[in-house]
T-cell receptor
Framework: ETGVTQTPRHLVMGMTNKKSLKCEQH?????MYWYKQSAKKPLELMFV???????ENNSVPSRFSPECPNSSHLFLHLHTLQPEDSALYLC??????????????FGPGTRLTVL | GESVGLHLPTLSVQEGDNSIINCAYS??????FIWYKQESGKGPQFIID?????DKRQGQRVTVLLNKTVKHLSLQIAATQPGDSAVYFC???????????????FGQGTILTVHP
């Protein structure tokens, strides 16, 4: 295992629901990431946190709201999603967020289906 | 309208053969490249990386080649095994070590199937 866990592994929700995805890393890293992997597009970066501060928001709609309460935990709060938001949501962490310096380690993902 | 998924390139090989997976990257200014492997039900796993000042880098059973002239990256896997079956992604970073915070841009991926 990579040391990055995600819960739940599978989630089905309606468009009016509110749910949250959770990620935890046990590697002592200072940077965490959310990615979206859909059937229609290559893996896309959504958010980057460095030392609990959001340093990158890759033009993600406001119906996705990230939260990083400490360097080990990352959440993605979901509300009023659309069916096209159905995808695999991957969390990753790295020692620092400096590009190309530290390897990103990925969790297994949460498979989200929006009905 | 009807949704259309990605049509990933596929490569089928026999166990013991060498595999070559190709990737065309998008930005000629990218200076750092990574290959990831993603098995079914798992997240991407780092395999090997290469910086733009290198043409070739070798790891255990894997070799990455970089051709900056044509913006092409390849991953060679020696003596391919059934456990190598997965989707393989290349990723690029612009301004590695600078201020672009960990922004990996991924390719669409290639499905490798290894037959025993």
């Amino acid at each position: 295992e990579t040391g990055v866990t995600q819960t739940p592994r599978h989630l089905v929700m309606g468009m009016t629901n509110k749910k949250s995805l959770k990620c935890e890393q046990h590697l002592g890293h200072n940077a965490m990431y959310w990615y979206k992997q859909s059937a229609k597009k290559p893996l896309e970066l959504m958010f980057v946190y460095s030392l609990e501060e959001r340093v990158e928001n890759n033009s993600v709609p406001s119906r996705f709201s990230p939260e990083c309460p400490n360097s080990s935990h990352l959440f993605l709060h979901l509300h009023t999603l659309q069916p096209e938001d159905s995808a695999l949501y991957l969390c990753a962490s790295s020692q620092t967020a400096i590009a190309g310096v530290d390897t990103q380690y990925f969790g297994p993902g949460t498979r989200l289906t929006v009905l | 309208g009807e949704s259309v998924g990605l049509h990933l390139p596929t490569l089928s090989v026999q166990e013991g053969d060498n595999s070559i997976i190709n990737c065309a990257y998008s930005n000629s200014a990218s200076d750092y490249f990574i290959w990831y492997k993603q098995e079914s039900g798992k997240g991407p796993q780092f395999i090997i990386d290469i910086r733009s000042n290198m043409d070739k880098r070798q790891g255990q059973r894997v070799t990455v080649l970089l051709n900056k002239t044509v913006k092409h990256l390849s991953l060679q896997i020696a003596a391919t095994q059934p456990g190598d079956s997965a989707v393989y992604f290349c990723a690029e970073i612009l301004n590695a070590g600078g201020t672009s915070y960990g922004k990996l841009t991924f390719g669409q991926g290639t499905i490798l199937t290894v037959h025993p």
